[in-house]
C-alpha cells in the first residue's frame, strides 16, 4: 500500500523567509503532484513532477523529485502572506496514473 | 461556465434522507472521480470513472452510490448516511496522457444530522 508523509504538518513563518515542505512516499511511482488548497476552497494544481531529477519554478515556489530517494521538496523562497494555504502533495501509483494518494496537507501560515 | 463546477455547495440533511451530489467537468476530460476530505485526514480517492466505466472502488460503503451517465457529468447518491459521513466532497476531472493532472471542482459540504 502506497502511503504518503508530509512534514512539518504545519508551518509559521514570516514574511521574506525560505523554508522546504518535504513529501515522502513508500512506494515506486512515475509521478508526483503538489496542489494548494486555501481555506474553505477547492485544491488548485501547483505542480507536476514526471521524472526522477526533475525541477519546476513558478513564482517563489520551486518542486523537485528524486525518485530513488521517493522524495520530494517544496521550496519557498522569499515567503509573502499571500502563500498562506496548505499544500499537498499527491503520489500516482505505478503504472495507474489515475488513481492519486495524497498526504496529509502542510499547513503554511507566512506572518507579516 | 469553465472547469469543474459542483452542486450544490453546501448540503445538510438527516440521516433518512436521499439526496445527490452532481459534478460537470467543462475540460473535455475523460477521468473523473469522487473524494472525500475530512478534518485532519488526507484526500480519500472514494471512485475513479474511465470513459463512463467505474475502474476504481476504494472500499466505499454501498449508501455512497456514484452514477457517470457521460464522460462530461458525475453523480454521487447519497442515502442512509451516517453523521461520520459530513466532510467536504470534491470532485476531479483528467485526461488521460503525458500528465494526468487532476482539476478540482469547488466542492459540496456536506453536514448530516
Known amino acids: 500500500e502506497l502511503k504518503v508523509e508530509q512534514n512539518p504538518l504545519f508551518l509559521s513563518m514570516q514574511e521574506g523567509k525560505n523554508y522546504t515542505i518535504y513529501c515522502n512516499y513508500s512506494?515506486?511511482?512515475?509521478?508526483l503532484y503538489w496542489y494548494r488548497q486555501d481555506p474553505g476552497k477547492s485544491l488548485e494544481s501547483l505542480f507536476v513532477?514526471?521524472?526522477?531529477?526533475a525541477v519546476k519554478q513558478e513564482g517563489r515556489l520551486m518542486a523537485s523529485l528524486d525518485t530513488k530517494a521517493r522524495l520530494s521538496t517544496l521550496h519557498i523562497t522569499a515567503a509573502v502572506h499571500d502563500l498562506s494555504a496548505t499544500y499537498f502533495c499527491?503520489?500516482?501509483?505505478?503504472?495507474?496514473?489515475?488513481?492519486?494518494?495524497f498526504g496529509t496537507g502542510t499547513r503554511l501560515q507566512v506572518t507579516l | 461556465e469553465t472547469g469543474v463546477t459542483q452542486t450544490p455547495r453546501h448540503l445538510v440533511m438527516g440521516m433518512t434522507n436521499k439526496k445527490s451530489l452532481k459534478c460537470e467537468q467543462h475540460?473535455?476530460?475523460?477521468?473523473m472521480y469522487w473524494y472525500k476530505q475530512s478534518a485532519k485526514k488526507p484526500l480519500e480517492l472514494m471512485f475513479v470513472?474511465?470513459?463512463?466505466?467505474?475502474?476504481e472502488n476504494n472500499s466505499v460503503p454501498s449508501r455512497f452510490s456514484p452514477e457517470c451517465p457521460n464522460s462530461s457529468h458525475l453523480f454521487l447518491h447519497l442515502h442512509t448516511l451516517q453523521p461520520e459521513d459530513s466532510a467536504l466532497y470534491l470532485c476531479?476531472?483528467?485526461?488521460?496522457?503525458?500528465?494526468?493532472?487532476?482539476?478540482f471542482g469547488p466542492g459540496t459540504r456536506l453536514t448530516v444530522l
Open positions: 475540460l473535455g476530460h475523460n477521468a
Open positions: 470513472y474511465n470513459f463512463k466505466e467505474q475502474t
Open positions: 499527491a503520489v500516482g501509483g505505478a503504472g495507474t496514473a489515475s488513481k492519486l494518494t
Open positions: 512506494t515506486t511511482s512515475d509521478r
Open positions: 476531479a476531472s483528467s485526461q488521460a496522457g503525458h500528465t494526468d493532472t487532476q482539476y
Open positions: 513532477l514526471l521524472s526522477n531529477g
